[in-house]
């Protein structure tokens, strides 16, 4: 990764921008499979690990919570706010990642006030609903704002001084 002047960012920092890029495409395929597959045939999928007892018993927490996510998927809100959610998501860290790569210096807070609110976000909702996963996935995301944050201090310093007025003549 190499802005004006060939400089280049710690390797942390490449891989974290790499991998919120890969966390990108992956939302935004997400969000493309929801939009193209028919709720009957995630419900029919959900039916069909149920009745195989694939999650153990078909009367067991799991295949009860799975049952509900799927009809609760089918009814058009849940599946709207899915794909909106997830497209959002993808085009936003996307761009960021665009711009952090090309070390569009301006983009760094605007990264970290974006991730600050993605965390708020994922710690509310583990908090609502006991989710580990989005506990992990908020942590990870405040080591990506500090990484961002870094970068953005070191981007500044290096920035050559703006020239002062010319002098004489």
């Not at 990264?111 to 993605?118: I, P, S, T």
Request: charge should be positive; include cysteine.
């Amino acid at each position: 990764m190499s802005g004006a002047g060939g400089r280049s960012g710690s390797g942390l920092f490449r891989l974290a921008v790499v991998l919120k890029g890969a966390d990108g495409v992956v939302q935004l395929l997400g969000a493309l499979v929801l939009i193209a597959v028919p709720p009957s045939l995630i419900t029919g999928a959900a039916n069909a690990v149920i009745t195989r007892d694939l999650l153990g018993d078909h009367n067991g927490t799991l295949a009860h919570h799975l049952s509900r996510a799927a009809a609760d998927f089918a009814d058009g809100s849940t599946r709207t706010f899915a794909i909106c959610y997830l497209l959002l998501h993808a085009v936003v860290k996307l761009g960021l990642v665009v711009a952090l790569w090309r070390e569009v210096v301006a983009a760094f807070p605007v990264a970290c006030v974006v991730l600050l609110a993605f965390v708020a976000y994922e710690v509310a909702r583990a908090v609502r609903t006991g989710s580990v996963g989005l506990a992990v996935f908020g942590a990870l995301d405040l080591l990506v704002v500090a990484l961002v944050w870094r970068e953005f201090r070191r981007l500044r310093r290096a920035a050559p001084a703006p020239a002062g007025p010319a002098v004489g003549g």
